[in-house]
T-cell receptor, first 114, second 113 residues
């Protein structure tokens, strides 16, 4: 089954404790992206990647890191989480053929930073 | 930079009422437009998209949207909503060749039986 898998589904942590949210897709997609969803603000793009070793900042990259060492994986790293990073995070992927392909979304990771 | 505006933040309708959700974008060039839906507790999934051709596009579950280039709009419509349409709806835009997909702030639709 074609899917984007995120882990963990829920995460509670404390300020400053490094964490990684994993994202994996099994569709051989070139494009992968991370979003955060906050009430009243919709989805805002954090980082995106066009292919292996090619990543770029989205609209809200501060406090986040990503890597794309393999095509299928695109982990999101919070080196020193802060309470303002409490949010619902979604990973997405797409077969990029010029931007008209739909995004496939993961099930989301609800992060709480205390 | 591209941006998307959804002016209706929360809409409440009775079953069988007609629906129209507004979406306006700001970008003067070629655009790809999408509507995504997020049912309670679930991830986003595509309702419909426009990238060229007929400006009236039909999607799943009886939804349709019309691309009006002169108005920079891509409004979502459904003639008769059902309780199961209760969800949050997001408009998104990608300007051709530009690798960012920008989402609107979303519209929460509540359908009352």
């Amino acid at each position: 089954e074609a899917q984007v898998t995120q882990n963990p589904r829920y995460l509670i942590t404390v300020t400053g404790k490094k964490l990684t949210v994993t994202c994996s897709q099994n569709m051989n997609h070139e494009y992968m992206s991370w979003y955060r969803q906050d009430p009243g603000l919709g989805l805002r793009q954090i980082y995106y990647s066009m292919n292996v070793e090619v990543t770029d900042k989205g609209d809200v990259p501060e406090g986040y890191k990503v890597s794309r060492k393999e095509k299928r994986n695109f982990p999101l790293i919070l080196e020193s989480p802060s309470p303002n990073q409490t949010s619902l995070y979604f990973c997405a992927s797409s077969l990029w053929t010029g931007g008209d392909e739909k995004l496939f979304f993961g099930s989301g990771t609800q992060l709480s930073v205390l | 930079a591209q941006s998307v505006s959804q002016h209706n933040h929360h809409v409440i309708l009775s079953e069988a009422a007609s629906l129209e959700l507004g979406c306006n974008y700001s970008y003067g060039g070629t655009v790809n437009l999408f509507w995504y839906v997020q049912y309670p507790g679930q991830h986003l999934q595509l309702l419909l998209k426009y990238f060229s051709g007929d400006p009236l596009v039909k999607g799943i579950k009886g939804f349709e949207a019309e691309f009006i280039k002169s108005k920079f709009s891509f409004n979502l419509r459904k003639p008769s909503v059902q309780w199961s349409d209760t969800a949050e709806y997001f408009c998104a835009v990608n300007s051709g060749g530009y690798q960012k997909v920008t989402f609107g702030t979303g519209t929460k639709l509540q359908v009352i039986p």
